[in-house]
């Protein structure tokens, strides 16, 4: 595979269930980062990852919780979510911070 | 606070025609660019980028425009095809008044281009 990979590409889940989201880059880039993507809303970043070290937590919520075990990989934990977390979630992945990021396909989840 | 926004959340344009997709942006010390285009069911895919040092940027039918004088960008698409119908996203890479990257892209709303036989 190519690129960056993200698995599952739906996912529907209740407001009890714990879930992780998985992206794989294949790129040999250094920063990864999550972001939500919900209609009629630009694009919001969630976290970033600098050479396996989280950089940037955007004030999200404690059910959401991610894991970069190395620099290819990247998980974001679900648990007890809300209705309003129903959203696509993109993995991208960059070189460096702040050059050209490459996304994954997303996973649509719908929380229950 | 800082924000990227467009002007024209959708666009319809004749197949064949030029497109022009415009981006405001307010943060004067951002120093790099970038334009997505997002099909439905997939992710942002990178069409062109340009740095704060450039007016102009061309790629394969796309153009990208940069006037820091009033925080515009433009995209440019020449002979648009049903397949360029897509949302188009503007993307800023924040920076600080010492020109120092914060490492991360400030996104658009986007704009909605739908392109039409």
């Known amino acids: 595979e190519t690129g960056v990979t993200q698995t599952p590409r739906h996912l529907v889940m209740g407001m009890t269930n714990k879930k992780s989201l998985k992206c794989e880059q294949h790129?040999?880039?250094?920063?990864m980062y999550w972001y939500k993507q919900s209609a009629k809303k630009p694009l919001e970043l969630m976290f970033v990852y600098n050479f396996k070290e989280q950089t940037e937590n955007n004030s999200v919520p404690s059910r959401f919780s991610p894991e970069c075990p190395n620099s290819s990989h990247l998980f974001l934990h679900l648990h007890t979510l809300q209705p309003e977390d129903s959203a696509l979630y993109l993995c991208a992945s960059s070189q460096e911070r702040g050059t050209e990021q490459f996304f994954g396909p997303g996973t649509r989840l719908t929380v229950l | 606070g800082e924000s990227v926004g467009l002007h024209l959340p959708t666009l319809s344009v004749q197949e064949g025609d030029n497109s022009i997709i415009n981006c405001a942006y307010s943060n004067s010390a951002s120093d790099y660019f970038i334009w997505y285009k997002q099909e439905s069911g997939k992710g942002p895919q990178f069409i062109i980028d340009i740095r704060s040092n450039m007016d102009k940027r061309q790629g394969q039918r796309v153009t990208v425009l940069l006037n820091k004088t009033v925080k515009h960008l433009s995209l440019q698409i020449a002979a648009t095809q049903p397949g360029d119908s897509a949302v188009y996203f503007c993307a800023e890479n924040e920076a600080n008044a010492g020109g120092t990257s914060y490492g991360k892209l400030t996104f658009g709303q986007g704009t909605i281009l739908t392109v039409h036989p």
């Open positions: 790129l040999g880039h250094n920063a």
